[in-house]
């Protein structure tokens, strides 16, 4: 299956501002992919070239076959774009912006199957300025749908949602990849890309720093935690990681946690001594995420 | 795309920003609303006055046609599209299929939908109301410069929209823009005891030419051709600095506060 994204050596400066330093990535068909980020990473850049909205300065770009800058009528009519912050005329009915929206894609899903996908089946011909602000976001989100996109872009989806709005929208686009959709997806949220996303990438600098699925962005960076109860300190195995004691509470961080596993279990074994209430804590995405980040903050990876 | 496709998308938008003129009730009021209180209020004022038994609405309704017309084109698109761009409303419709041409057909295609209503109204309520007789012989002429003056001021508006910053500097910037050039084109009271440099400003101007041969057009005591070229020429050149402007200026983004 060809890829439904390729981007190489993707550029893009403002003035003297780098906003991206030769991104490349892919996005193959039917899949999710997130883009994570601090403020300024270069994320909307991004997705604004690939949108078609502004133009890269160099590198070469394909989306849907399409050159995006070019691609005018055919290629949006095959894209879905839910941006962060676009008003619409808060006048019209619920109904009637999506009628209104949707009457120029070739292809389109009925106005009331789009409704009732995003859940605004009650407020079907509310003005739009009577919506709250998650039910607004979902009628963007049901204007990106509106002629049936082979891709849909998502920035920040979620944004300012409360977390059941949030779960609900997550139902809504875990739907849609299994319509075979393809999704890009930028995002704040790290329990919402880990959640959504088949892989990530971290956009950091106007460079990619770390790309993979979730699991795989954690492996070898940051620390998994050793933890179990003990008296003291004294005669525990000295190790890279510890032993830290915090009351009773012995914690080891571990970026290789099967050698370390075996060295303090053997220890234990040999002498006779429990390890109670043993536990190992993976890392969570958010502290891979700000290791990554962390790191290239401070300008380079410690080896 | 075949072209009845395309016009069903035209017709869609213009339908579309009629509706939202008329769910906007500050764009109403001052399109329609406006120009009713004025042809209202000075032909009471100068309700006892008449000319070879004609009334002085017979002058005065054609004029305030115009300036509905101009209010409904050149006001509306300024300001009404500048907030559509500061909105983000501009940049969700570039991410749609349809085509930026068929967008600005809609915008315009309503405000003339406006300007010919609100003409009409004019006409109407100088006949129900002010005695005002309608002039069939020179229907023609009108609709020729109406056309030509309505062309203008849309690419006028739209060039005003082009070079603003934001939209809450529209409706100073599209007012201040019209009315003073409505006073000096003789739309209110006639210029023919004012100074000789307040005539050449208002020749300068394309709203003279606008409102000077369409009034004409509907006075009875005219005599000889309505249509000087010299009118669509001035018309003209606007018409074409207005595009200039908004080739060279005119974005799709929000520009920031």
Same mark, same amino acid.
């Given at each position: 299956?060809?890829p439904?994204?390729?981007?190489?050596g993707?550029t893009?400066?403002?003035g003297?501002v780098?906003a991206l330093?030769?991104?490349?990535?892919?996005?193959?068909?039917g899949e999710?992919l997130?883009?994570? #980020?601090?403020? #300024?990473?270069?994320?909307?850049?991004?997705v604004?070239i690939?949108?078609?909205?502004r133009?890269?300065d #160099?590198?070469t770009?394909?989306?849907? #076959?399409?050159?995006?800058?070019s691609?005018?009528?055919e290629?949006?009519?095959r894209i879905?774009i839910?941006l962060?912050?676009?008003?619409?005329?808060?006048?019209l009915?619920?109904? @009637?912006a999506?009628?209104?929206?949707a009457r $120029?894609?070739s292809r389109?899903l009925?106005?009331?199957?789009?409704?009732?996908?995003?859940g605004?089946?009650?407020k079907?011909?509310a003005?739009i300025?009577?919506l $709250?602000?998650?039910?607004?976001?979902r009628?963007?989100l049901?204007?990106?749908?509106?002629?049936?996109p082979?891709?849909v872009?998502?920035?920040?989806?979620?944004?300012? *949602?409360d977390p059941?709005?949030?779960r609900?929208?997550?139902?809504?686009?875990?739907g849609?990849?299994?319509?075979?959709?393809?999704?890009?997806?930028?995002t704040?949220y790290l329990? @919402?890309?880990?959640?959504?996303?088949?892989?990530?990438?971290?956009?950091?600098?106007?460079?990619i720093v770390?790309?993979?699925?979730a699991d795989?962005l954690?492996?070898?960076?940051? *620390?998994?935690t050793?933890s179990?109860?003990?008296?003291?300190a004294d005669?525990?195995?000295?190790?890279?990681?510890?032993?830290?004691m915090?009351?009773?509470?012995v914690?080891?961080?571990s970026?290789?946690v099967?050698t370390?596993l075996?060295?303090?279990?053997?220890w234990?074994t040999e002498?006779?001594?429990?390890?109670?209430?043993?536990?190992?804590?993976?890392?969570?995405l958010?502290?891979?995420y700000l290791d990554i980040?962390?790191?290239? @903050?401070?300008?380079?990876?410690?080896? | 795309?075949s072209p009845a496709?395309y016009?069903s998308? %035209?017709?869609?938008?213009?339908?579309h920003?009629?509706?939202?003129?008329?769910?906007?009730?500050?764009?109403?009021?001052f399109?329609?609303?406006?120009?009713?209180?004025?042809?209202?209020?000075?032909?009471?004022?100068?309700?006892?006055?008449?000319w070879?038994?004609?009334?002085?609405a017979?002058f005065?309704?054609?004029a305030?046609? +115009? &300036?509905?017309?101009?209010?409904?084109? &050149?006001?509306n698109?300024a300001?009404?599209?500048?907030?559509?761009?500061?909105?983000?409303i501009?940049?969700r419709v570039r991410?749609?299929?349809?085509?930026?041409?068929?967008y600005?057909a809609?915008?315009?295609?309503?405000?003339?939908?406006?300007a %010919? !209503?609100s003409?009409?109204?004019?006409? =109407?309520?100088?006949?129900?109301?002010f005695?005002?007789?309608m002039?069939w012989?020179n !229907?023609?002429s009108?609709?020729?410069?109406f =056309? =030509?003056?309505?062309?203008?001021?849309s690419?006028?508006?739209?060039?005003?929209?082009?070079? !603003?910053?934001?939209a809450?500097?529209?409706?100073?910037?599209?007012?201040?823009?019209?009315?003073?050039?409505?006073f000096v084109?003789?739309?209110?009271?006639?210029?023919?005891?004012?100074?000789?440099?307040? +005539?050449i400003l208002?020749?300068?101007?394309?709203l003279k030419?606008?409102a000077g041969?369409?009034?004409?057009a509907f006075?009875?005591?005219?005599?000889?051709?309505?249509?000087?070229?010299?009118h !669509?020429?001035?018309?003209?050149?606007?018409?074409?600095?207005?595009?200039? =402007?908004?080739?060279?200026y005119?974005?799709?983004?929000p520009?920031?506060?």
């Amino acid at each position: 299956m060809s890829p439904a994204i390729t981007v190489e050596g993707l550029t893009k400066s403002y003035g003297p501002v780098t906003a991206l330093a030769g991104v490349s990535f892919t996005v193959n068909e039917g899949e999710v992919l997130a883009i994570l #980020g601090p403020n #300024g990473a270069g994320k909307t850049t991004a997705v604004e070239i690939l949108e078609g909205y502004r133009r890269a300065d #160099g590198g070469t770009i394909s989306v849907l #076959g399409h050159d995006p800058s070019s691609g005018g009528r055919e290629f949006r009519d095959r894209i879905g774009i839910v941006l962060q912050e676009t008003g619409i005329e808060v006048v019209l009915t619920v109904r @009637e912006a999506i009628d209104v929206y949707a009457r $120029s894609y070739s292809r389109r899903l009925p106005t009331d199957e789009l409704i009732n996908l995003v859940g605004l089946d009650g407020k079907a011909d509310a003005r739009i300025k009577t919506l $709250s602000g998650g039910q607004k976001r979902r009628l963007d989100l049901a204007l990106g749908l509106a002629g049936d996109p082979d891709l849909v872009f998502l920035d920040e989806p979620t944004t300012g *949602f409360d977390p059941s709005a949030r779960r609900k929208s997550w139902a809504m686009i875990e739907g849609l990849t299994n319509l075979g959709k393809t999704i890009l997806l930028t995002t704040h949220y790290l329990d @919402e890309a880990q959640h959504l996303a088949d892989r990530i990438i971290v956009l950091s600098g106007g460079s990619i720093v770390a790309e993979g699925t979730a699991d795989a962005l954690g492996e070898g960076r940051a *620390f998994s935690t050793i933890s179990f109860t003990a008296e003291g300190a004294d005669g525990l195995p000295r190790l890279e990681g510890g032993p830290d004691m915090t009351g009773h509470t012995v914690t080891y961080r571990s970026t290789s946690v099967t050698t370390d596993l075996l060295e303090l279990t053997t220890w234990a074994t040999e002498r006779g001594v429990e390890l109670g209430g043993l536990e190992v804590t993976r890392p969570s995405l958010e502290d891979v995420y700000l290791d990554i980040v962390g790191e290239t @903050e401070n300008g380079g990876r410690p080896s | 795309m075949s072209p009845a496709r395309y016009l069903s998308l %035209v017709w869609g938008q213009i339908r579309h920003n009629n509706r939202l003129f008329w769910r906007t009730p500050a764009a109403a009021f001052f399109t329609l609303a406006l120009p009713v209180i004025f042809l209202v209020l000075f032909s009471v004022i100068f309700g006892d006055q008449e000319w070879s038994g004609y009334s002085f609405a017979q002058f005065f309704a054609p004029a305030m046609a +115009v &300036f509905a017309a101009v209010s409904s084109s &050149f006001s509306n698109l300024a300001i009404g599209v500048s907030y559509a761009r500061d909105q983000g409303i501009l940049k969700r419709v570039r991410g749609t299929p349809l085509p930026a041409w068929v967008y600005m057909a809609g915008r315009i295609g309503s405000g003339v939908w406006m300007a %010919v !209503l609100s003409v009409g109204l004019m006409f =109407v309520l100088g006949w129900a109301f002010f005695d005002f007789r309608m002039v069939w012989d020179n !229907l023609g002429s009108a609709l020729l410069v109406f =056309v =030509v003056g309505i062309a203008t001021f849309s690419a006028l508006g739209l060039a005003v929209c082009a070079s !603003l910053r934001n939209a809450d500097s529209s409706p100073a910037a599209a007012n201040g823009v019209f009315l003073p050039m409505a006073f000096v084109s003789g739309i209110f009271i006639p210029l023919d005891d004012a100074p000789q440099w307040l +005539v050449i400003l208002g020749d300068v101007f394309p709203l003279k030419h606008f409102a000077g041969p369409f009034r004409e057009a509907f006075d009875p005591f005219h005599e000889g051709a309505i249509i000087g070229w010299e009118h !669509l020429g001035v018309m003209g050149l606007w018409l074409v600095f207005g595009m200039l =402007v908004i080739t060279r200026y005119f974005t799709w983004d929000p520009r920031g506060a």
